[in-house]
């Protein structure tokens, strides 16, 4: 049945983190923007014991298995949840979203591709002890989307890898390898003639002799998170750290394959952290308009809407049409289906609608909106980076065209 | 708990009216706009369907089914991907029945509703549009005013669906300010049809100008209680014909942009047109969401004014968008009648203009 109503459950969990966001983030939102590079080192160690570690991620596509044997008649709403979740942390704060202790994109590799020794070994660590993160590294100075460009490199030497490379705008890439003891999946060519197959992903794990931050970017928005760059140099890592089958040839369904499925998962937690930041925009210009007794007539013909009632009205609808697309990008990993499609789409409208509806926010603002005594402009600092990791709103145009046209990605490119 | 399933009944009855659109109503949507006339043959095909009948009770001689506008809205989108012009006509009576089902007395709905469940078509048509710049739903022109315990009603309407064939047309009018529904029967005196509309678009469907001059009626044709929730339904029946018009020219220009070659590919292959269709796709999946939302708070008994009309002015502005696209793909093509996108283009257009004229 169609139904937009969320469960008693998700409601509770919603509220809940609602007043986390509102409690907890927003007053130190401000601080953690104008000081870069600085860890809000308490709010992450509450986060820690609060959440154990686990991904705030919904998880991906769940197997019949799962889906079935969760002990319950009723069907997962697990990703539809993490949507929910993620809105509510980014519209506290998307940098200090960003920042919290977690597996991260780096543990859904692992979870995605890894063997069940790779998940302990990997994974187990975030049940416990001091606050962890993980990463993952794929960018590199000479390319960004066009990921099957990968210059690292990961020559077998007996017993070990030994990767060889530079990769920039790793999102908590210093906090994983030198401020917690955590790890980074590497993508890496173990044969650059094979092209994509070649590609491999890599765990390296913190305190690998050879790796090195350095550098952690200064940025526009979500300050608060940290954009890292690691060279490896000689790096050597066990060789039963390679997601998936090593080998190049063979059908590969987990290594490469396996990282980019993760993307599905991916492309509509990031839309649903626009969606939040976009809210707290919406939210704000709402009570700033109603405080100075402007009303808005939504059924009003277009010729008596003031242009201010038309922008605010084309603002909520496009918020809204995002945070749906991302509701069935999710709905559908709950139910199993395949949604390459569905998470592009999503992804790509709600990093372009928050990135506008953002701007005209401090648009409408004016002089107080410019300002930073209020955290406007800083929404549609944070708003812009949606439109641009895991998939710039192009290449997941690219993506949705590809999938409607039934073309592969050597015939649209 | 959110989900985007359509539960059986509702797949069965979209699918019903998609093969029909596509295999009944496609066909002859060029020769409905071009002859600017709807075959009757199409008309009782689809009255057959039971669109208007389903949704009364089975004492009134309907079907006795519900009234929900989330199964409309899938019915809409269909009906609107097959073509506006037939889908505006075949749904018509519903401008009739559903202000009836709403808001009328035992008394209205025994004396209107048999008539809308025989075995063929009736029309039924609603008078709200009126022709002027800055035409609100809330502030109409036409006037209801009382006299000697009766109504007078006043005025000027337009596009009024199928206005000399109607059994019965619901004026929309202001009394004391208020917009109000009454229900006016065709031989009326007071009330006449000036002259069908000739209109950019939806060219098949017999629109018309109404005049009402010194239009007397009883009382007891006033429909009681508020007519906010048969708007919100118009809003969300036009989004969805919206999204179905929409469909329609996404379609034709993706399928035309795989088989054009240009420069050795496909045009489909070259970004500039690839990114066009994608984001084509994006806005109509959007747009139908919305619309499915504000179905489902209306059908929960909820004031759903708020996201209709969201729904209702976005999917305007992207029907106008995505066939502007479609047209714009084919390039010269896309000019010519020959190919359907023009028309689309044309009836897009519509939805910005269009209050009431059909009913989810």
């Given at each position: 049945m169609i139904d937009f109503e969320m469960s008693e459950d998700m409601k509770g969990m919603r509220d809940m983190i609602n007043q986390v966001a509102e409690g907890t983030m927003r007053p130190i939102s401000r601080q953690y923007d104008e000081e870069e590079h600085t860890d809000p080192v308490d709010w992450q160690k509450m986060m820690w014991d609060v959440s154990k570690g686990t991904s705030v991620f919904g998880g991906g596509p769940q197997d019949k298995k799962e889906r079935s044997g969760n002990g319950s008649s009723k069907p997962s709403e697990r990703n539809v949840g993490a949507t929910v979740t993620i809105e509510e942390l980014s519209w506290g704060d998307a940098g200090l979203y960003l920042s919290i202790p977690n597996p991260g994109l780096g543990g859904a590799a692992v979870s995605a591709a890894g063997t069940p020794d790779q998940k302990k070994r990997f994974l187990e660590r975030f049940g416990s002890g001091e606050p962890k993160w993980a990463a993952m590294a794929i960018t590199e100075p000479g390319f960004g989307s066009d990921s099957a460009a990968v210059a690292t490199t990961a020559v077998r030497d007996g017993d070990h890898w030994v990767l060889n490379g530079t990769k920039i705008f790793c999102t908590s890439g210093h906090r994983a390898l030198e401020k917690s003891e955590g790890f980074v999946v590497v993508w890496a060519t173990v044969d650059k003639s094979a092209g994509r197959a070649g590609i491999k992903a890599f765990v390296v794990d913190h305190g690998t002799p050879g790796v090195t931050v350095t550098k952690v970017e200064d940025k526009l928005g979500i300050r608060c998170s940290d954009t890292a760059a690691i060279v490896l140099e000689d790096a050597r890592i066990p060789l039963d750290n390679v997601l998936g089958d090593p080998e190049v040839k063979g059908p590969d369904k987990k290594g490469f394959k396996g990282a980019m499925a993760t993307f599905d998962a991916t492309r509509p937690a990031v839309a649903a952290s626009a969606i939040g930041i976009g809210r707290a925009a919406v939210d704000f210009v709402r009570d700033e308009l109603a405080k100075a007794g402007v009303e808005i007539h939504y059924d009003r013909p277009v010729m008596k809407q003031s242009a201010l009632e038309r922008d605010f009205m084309e603002m909520e609808a496009n918020l809204q049409a995002a945070r749906l697309l991302t509701w069935r990008a999710a709905w559908m990993m709950d139910r199993g289906m395949q949604n390459n499609l569905e998470a592009s789409m999503c992804k790509s409208k709600a990093g372009l609608a928050v990135t506008q509806v953002t701007q005209k926010a401090v648009e409408i603002l004016g002089p107080l909106g410019y300002s930073r005594k209020i955290l406007l402009e800083k929404w549609m600092r944070d708003a812009k980076i949606n439109d641009i990791f895991e998939g710039t709103q192009q290449i997941n145009l690219l993506i949705v065209a590809r999938r409607i046209l039934d073309y592969s990605s050597k015939e649209l490119n | 708990m959110i989900s985007f399933e359509p539960n059986e009944d509702q797949r069965m009855m979209r699918d019903t009216v998609a093969s029909f659109a596509i295999n009944q109503v496609r066909p002859i949507a060029r020769d409905a706009d071009e002859s600017c006339q709807i075959p009757d043959s199409i008309v009782q095909q689809a009255w057959e369907l039971g669109l208007i009948q389903s949704a009364i009770p089975e004492e009134h001689g309907g079907y006795g089914g519900d009234r929900s506008a989330v199964t409309s809205a899938l019915v809409c989108e269909e009906l609107g991907y097959g073509d506006l012009s037939i889908a505006l006509h075949v749904l018509a009576p519903r401008l009739v029945t559903y202000p009836v089902l709403e808001l009328g007395s035992d008394e209205q709905k025994n004396e209107v509703l048999p008539a809308y469940c025989g075995d063929s078509f009736v029309a039924g048509t609603a008078a709200l549009?009126?022709?002027?710049?800055?035409?609100?739903v809330n502030q109409l022109s036409v006037t209801a005013s009382r006299q000697n315990g009766d109504y007078v009603l006043d005025g000027a309407k337009c596009y009024v669906p199928l206005g000399p064939d109607a059994r019965h047309t619901v004026v929309y009018a202001a009394e004391d300010g208020e917009t109000k529904a009454f229900l006016v029967g065709s031989d009326t005196p007071g009330l006449a049809v000036v002259e069908r509309e000739k209109i950019m678009g939806i060219k098949g469907l017999a629109t018309y100008e109404l005049k009402l001059d010194n239009c007397k009626i009883p009382a007891s044709a006033r429909l009681e209680g508020d007519v906010k929730p048969i708007f919100n339904r118009s809003r969300i029946a036009l989004a969805s014909l919206a999204v179905g018009v929409a469909r329609a020219a996404f379609e034709y220009a993706r399928d035309y942009a795989k088989d054009r070659h240009a420069f050795g590919v496909p045009i489909a292959q070259k970004q500039a047109i690839a990114f066009m269709l994608a984001e084509m796709a994006i806005e109509i999946d959007a747009t139908r969401l919305l619309a499915w939302e504000a179905a489902w708070k209306l059908d929960r008994g909820e004031d759903a004014t708020r996201e209709s009309c969201l729904a209702k002015n976005y999917a305007a502005d992207m029907v106008l968008k995505v066939t502007d696209n479609a047209v714009q793909v084919l390039g010269g093509h896309g000019y010519i009648r020959d190919h359907m996108v023009e028309l689309w283009l044309r009836n897009g257009r519509g939805f910005a203009t269009f209050e009431g004229l059909a009913l989810a």
């Open positions: - | 549009m009126e022709p002027a710049m800055g035409f609100d």
